[in-house]
C-alpha cells in the first residue's frame, strides 16, 4: 500500500517516543521538531556556535533510526572529563559538526541521515536561533525555554524574543501531508512553539489534512493542572486559525493507585481524564484504547498501538 503521509509536530521525549511507533507503520514521516532548548549541552552549544537547539533533534534521530538500541547507546554517550567537552553527549556534536560542514542544519541532518537510515525525515522548525519567551499568570515575563518550564506559577502564553524564519521544507511537509499530528509532550514548550509561527498557520488553514492530537496521560505542573481533554484541545483551537483539532487519542487503560498517588506526591502531577461530553460539543473524534505502557514505574504511552489506531482512523 502506498504510505500515508504525516506530518508530526513536537518535540522532547513525547514525540521521541510516539516516532518509535509511526516509523513500523506504513508511514511517510516528516518529523517537525522545535528548537528552542536552551538547557545543558545544548545551551552551551547555542552560546559557542549561535545556532539552533540540537538536543530534541538528537532524540528524534535515536527514535527513526534501524537500530535504536545502538544508535541510542552512541548518540546518547556524555563525556565525563574535566575539558570542554563534559557533559556534551556524541550527538550533540555530531550535529553541530554536520551543520558545519554542509552549511545548515536541515543539510547537516541528511548527511547524519545518509549514515543512519532514518524511517522518516527530520525538519527543524527553523534554522534561526531563536528563544522562547513566556508570559506567566503572575505576570511575569521568562526568557529560555528551561526557565519557562523550571517557573511554577503557571504559563500564560509563549512567543519567540526574534520573529523565526520558518524552514520552507517544513511548510512543504505540511502542505503535502494527508494528517496533521500533535504529538504528546508540552503543549507550551513542545507543540505551540510551532503553532505561533504564522506560516505554520497559513499552511494548515489550506491543508484538507487531518488534525491529530494525542493527549497526554499526566498533566504538568505550571502549564495543564487540573486540565481534561477538552481543556488541552480548546487551548490548541485557539492556535490554529481558522482549524480546528479534528480527533484527540486519549486512554482508557487503567493506571495502578499506587502509580498515580507517586506522580501526584512527587511530581505534583494528575491523571488527565476524559470528558466525552465536552468532546462531543466540541465536534472532535475520540480516539481510545489502553495506551498505558508502564516503564520503571513511568508512565508511558504505547506508541505501536497508538500507531496502528492512527493508522486504522485513516483508512476509515
Known amino acids: 500500500m502506498e ?38 549541552s545544548t545551551g552551551r552549544l547555542r552560546e559557542e556556535f549561535n545556532m539552533l537547539a540540537v538536543g530534541d533533534i538528537r532524540k528524534v534521530l535515536i527514535s527513526l533510526s534501524e537500530d535504536e538500541e545502538s544508535v541510542g547507546k552512541l548518540l546518547e554517550y556524555r563525556f565525563d572529563t574535566n575539558s570542554d567537552l563534559n557533559g556534551h ?6 550535529l553541530t559538526g554536520a551543520k558545519d560542514i554542509t552549511g545548515n542544519m536541515s543539510d547537516g541532518i541528511e548527511l547524519v541521515n545518509s549514515i543512519l537510515k532514518l524511517g522518516g525525515k527530520v525538519l527543524p522548525l ?6 522562547l519567551m513566556g508570559r506567566m499568570t503572575d505576570g511575569t ?4 525555554e528551561h526557565k519557562i518550564t523550571e517557573y511554577k506559577k503557571g504559563i ?7 520573529k523565526p524564519t520558518v524552514n520552507p521544507d517544513v511548510l512543504k511537509a505540511i502542505r503535502e501531508a494527508d494528517a496533521i499530528i500533535l504529538s504528546m509532550g508540552s503543549l507550551f514548550t ?23 492530537y494525542i493527549c497526554n496521560v499526566m498533566t ?9 481533554v477538552s481543556h488541552h484541545i480548546r487551548l490548541l483551537n485557539k492556535f490554529l486559525g481558522t482549524r480546528k483539532v479534528d480527533a484527540v487519542v486519549v486512554n482508557n487503560g487503567k493506571i495502578e493507585p499506587e502509580i498515580i498517588q507517586k506522580y501526584a506526591t512527587t511530581e505534583e502531577k494528575d491523571l488527565v481524564e476524559v470528558d466525552y461530553k465536552n468532546l462531543e460539543k466540541l ?15 513511568i508512565i508511558r504511552h504505547n506508541a505501536l498501538k497508538v500507531s496502528i489506531d492512527l493508522l486504522s482512523y485513516l483508512l476509515d
Not at 553527549?89 to 555530531?94: A, T
Not at 527553523?126 to 528563544?131: G, L, P, Q, S
Not at 504538568?220 to 481534561?228: K, V, W, Y
Open 3 to 40: 504510505k500515508i503521509k504525516v506530518a508530526v509536530l513536537g518535540g522532547g521525549t513525547g514525540m521521541s517516543i510516539l516516532l518509535k511507533g509511526l516509523k513500523k507503520v506504513p508511514f511517510d514521516i516528516s518529523a517537525v521538531v522545535t528548537v528552542s532548548d536552551d538547557g545543558k
Open 89 to 94: 553527549p556524541i550527538g550533540n556534536l555530531l
Open 126 to 131: 527553523t534554522e534561526d536561533n531563536i528563544t
Open 141 to 144: 515575563i521568562v526568557e529560555g
Open 156 to 162: 500564560e502564553s509563549v512567543f519567540y524574543k526574534e
Open 190 to 212: 513542545s507543540i505551540i512553539p510551532n503553532l505561533i509561527c504564522k506560516e505554520v498557520i497559513q499552511e494548515l488553514e489550506k491543508s484538507k489534512a487531518k488534525i491529530i
Open 220 to 228: 504538568q505542573p505550571g502549564e495543564t493542572d487540573e486540565f481534561l
Open 283 to 297: 465536534d472532535v473524534d475520540v480516539i481510545e484504547n489502553n495506551y498505558v505502557l508502564i516503564e520503571n514505574n
